[in-house]
């Protein structure tokens, strides 16, 4: 069963039939809140609003560990993670849909494995260490990608998307180091969840929405106008839920 996790301005899918609400505990404490099931575009789906439901929690108090244990507890085999970002250079302006394919971790802090070295593990291995060279899954990101192509929506194939501790947003000199790094796109809740998934054996692809410039890039030169970037992914998160209500029907 496919899960989604969404983001900001992604608290519940419209035209998802909910059929169940469920608080999962895990061995890592409580999930963003309760685990919706139900059925998007006749398929079984399981919704997870990643900040809880009101937006609650700020993206380094996000459990992540049990939100994606909380998942696949209850019957998750992948995951597509909604988040929005900000966007480095022309192809990432505002507005646009986005598929990461690489990922640069700078949060700190987090809680960010399963494999704690102390045998508590899931796979009982008291150091496990995972390949990570491709953060994001293939097969779901062609899904993605077929699903926008079917529905004629442009959606760019690729980029690097920075997880960043937040909650501040970035300043315009740590945009310029990110861009030097080879950075397209800026989030704060990518990380650690990309690499719990894969700890967890589950195939995980982000579907980005940009919805600002980069602080010091494009029209955020001087600021970054936050009250605009949240009315434009109000404004575009129906398009990112008719690529997920089709994304569904291709279990391929
Ligand atoms: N930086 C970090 N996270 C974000 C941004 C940004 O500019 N926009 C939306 N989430």
Redesign the pocket.
């Known amino acids: 069963m496919l899960a989604i996790i969404g983001g ?1 301005s992604l608290y519940a899918l419209a035209a998802m039939h909910i059929t169940q609400r469920v608080d999962v505990g895990t061995p890592y404490g409580a999930p963003s809140g309760a685990l919706i099931h139900g059925h998007l575009s006749q398929r079984e789906v399981l919704f997870l609003a990643r900040h809880g439901e009101g937006h609650r929690l700020p993206p380094h108090k996000i459990n992540y560990r049990a939100n994606v244990w909380a998942l696949r507890e209850q019957g998750a085999t992948a995951i597509i993670a909604i ?4 966007g480095i250079g022309a192809a990432f302006a505002p507005g646009t849909l986005a598929l990461p394919d690489q990922l640069i971790d700078y949060t700190w802090g987090r809680p960010a494995t399963y494999y704690d070295g102390d045998g508590s593990g899931d796979g009982g291995d008291p150091v496990t260490h995972i390949d990570f060279t491709q953060p994001y899954d293939a097969r779901l990101r062609a899904r993605l990608l077929r699903a926008a192509h079917a529905l004629h929506e442009s959606l760019h194939d690729g980029g690097t998307y920075a997880a ?1 501790q ?1 909650p501040r ?2 300043t315009a000199a740590e945009i310029r180091r990110l861009a030097r790094d080879g950075v397209d796109m ?3 809740t990518g990380m650690p969840e990309a690499a719990l998934a894969r700890e967890l054996g589950l195939p995980y692809a982000a579907l980005t929405l940009i ?2 410039a ?2 010091g890039t494009g029209d ?1 030169g001087n600021r ?1 106008d936050l009250p605009a ?1 949240e009315r434009l992914a109000r404004a575009a998160m129906a398009r990112v839920e008719r690529i997920l209500e089709t994304v569904v029907c291709d279990g391929g």
């Open positions: 900001s988040a929005t970002v900000g960043t937040g947003l970035e800026v989030g704060m919805v600002n980069a602080a955020s970054v970037a």
